[in-house]
């Protein structure tokens, strides 16, 4: 799981492959947003779920927030090889966005 | 739809030498702008934000300082360098009226030695 972690986490996987990463917020927000920053680029936004959402799907990708355990999840479906990139959770908290430390998904072809 | 252009590219300079980063955003008036920091292999740490032409807001104390000239430009600047100072440089924009999400620049590589 991000937050509270030092490191970058890490995972391999095969194409095809389903995955789940984890991510543990640390203040009351009602906005978690997940991004993918592959090599050498910026980051960009994948999707955004709200505290009064549970679940939001886009694509392969499925985003839950749980309020009670302060946690969010990013599922990907049938991975590809495109996937590969650090993926990190963030929540807003008055104009500031504190990211996560971020999972590093490498999916092998 | 928006455009964030980041100038340089790429920089490696010494320690103790100035550094001046730009940023310019198109396609969107009076935006939130943002300056991220990432560490190699780390996550990104928000430095300063700006609502509004002239404001801008410090959120970590890295012996940097941001000020925002024009409604499209964000500038990043520094008179004396230190070698923690390497990193990747992100500037980003944000809506205003409630979309939260953040469209970055492709960033600034620096190198500080």
């Known amino acids: 799981s991000q937050w509270g972690e030092e490191n970058l986490q890490a995972l391999s996987i095969q194409e095809g492959e389903d995955v789940t990463m984890n991510c543990s917020y640390k203040?009351?927000?009602?906005?978690v947003q997940w991004y993918r920053q592959k090599s050498g680029k910026g980051p960009a936004q994948l999707i955004l779920?709200?505290?009064?959402?549970r679940e939001k799907r886009s694509g392969r990708l499925r985003a839950t927030l749980d309020t009670s355990s302060q946690s969010s999840s990013l599922s990907i479906t049938g991975t590809l090889a495109t996937d590969t990139a650090v993926y990190f959770c963030a929540e807003t908290n008055y104009n500031v966005l504190y990211f996560g430390s971020g999972t590093k998904l490498t999916v092998e072809p | 739809a928006q455009t964030i252009h980041q100038w340089p590219v790429a920089e490696i300079k010494a320690v103790g030498s100035p550094l001046s980063l730009g940023c310019t955003i198109k396609?969107?008036?009076?935006?939130?702008l943002y300056w991220y920091w990432q560490a190699t292999g780390g996550t990104l740490q928000q430095l300063f934000y700006?609502?509004?032409?002239?404001?801008v807001e410090s959120v970590v104390q890295l012996n940097l300082s941001a000020s925002r000239p024009k409604d499209d430009q964000f500038i990043l600047s520094t008179e004396k360098l230190l070698l923690s100072h390497s990193g990747f440089y992100l500037c980003?924009?944000?809506?205003?009226?409630?979309?939260?999400?953040?469209?970055f620049g492709h960033g600034t590589k620096l190198s500080v030695l």
């Open positions: 980003a924009s944000a809506g205003t009226g409630g979309d939260e999400r953040l469209f």
């Open positions: 700006s609502i509004t032409v002239g404001q």
């Open positions: 203040t009351y927000t009602t906005v």
């Open positions: 779920i709200r505290s009064n959402e």
């Open positions: 396609g969107k008036s009076s935006p939130n």
